[in-house]
C-alpha cells in the first residue's frame, strides 16, 4: 500500500522559515514526478513546486527566490525548503508522487499545516 507521510508544518512568524518532508512508500520513487500543492481556505488547491526524475523542478511565481525543492531518492524523501516565509503561504501543505510514465497513476499524502503569523 502506498503511503506519503508528511512532517514539518507548524506555526512561523513572517520571515521566517520552516521544511517539510514527505516519505514514500512507493517501488522505484526515483521515476516518480514528486510535487507540493498547497490548499488554503476557501481557494482551490494549487501547484507550490515540483521536481521530475531527472531533477527539473518548476514553481509557482509566488514562491520563486523562496522556496527550494529537493530529493532524496535514497531515502524515497522529497523536501521543501521554506523560506522568507509570508501570511498568504498560510495553507495545507499536500506531497504528491505522480509517475512518470503513467501520469494518472499519482498519490496523494494527508497534508501538513503550516501557519505564518505574528
Known amino acids: 500500500q502506498v503511503q506519503l507521510v508528511e512532517s514539518g508544518g507548524g506555526l512561523v512568524q513572517p520571515g521566517g522559515s520552516l521544511r517539510l518532508s514527505c516519505v514514500a512508500s512507493?517501488?522505484?520513487?526515483?521515476?516518480?514526478?514528486m510535487g507540493w500543492y498547497r490548499q488554503a481556505p476557501g481557494k482551490q488547491r494549487e501547484l507550490v513546486a515540483d521536481?521530475?526524475?531527472?531533477?527539473?523542478?518548476n514553481y509557482v511565481d509566488s514562491v520563486k527566490g523562496r522556496f527550494t525543492i529537493s530529493r532524496d531518492n535514497k531515502k524515497n524523501t522529497v523536501y521543501l525548503q521554506m523560506n522568507s516565509l509570508k501570511p498568504e503561504d498560510t495553507a495545507v501543505y499536500y506531497c504528491?508522487?505522480?509517475?512518470?510514465?503513467?501520469?494518472?497513476?499519482?498519490?496523494w499524502g494527508q497534508g501538513t499545516q503550516v501557519t505564518v503569523s505574528s
Open positions: 504528491n508522487a505522480k509517475h512518470l510514465f503513467v501520469p494518472t497513476l499519482a498519490y
Open positions: 512507493i517501488s522505484d520513487f526515483s521515476i516518480y514526478t
Open positions: 521536481i521530475t526524475s531527472g531533477d527539473r523542478t
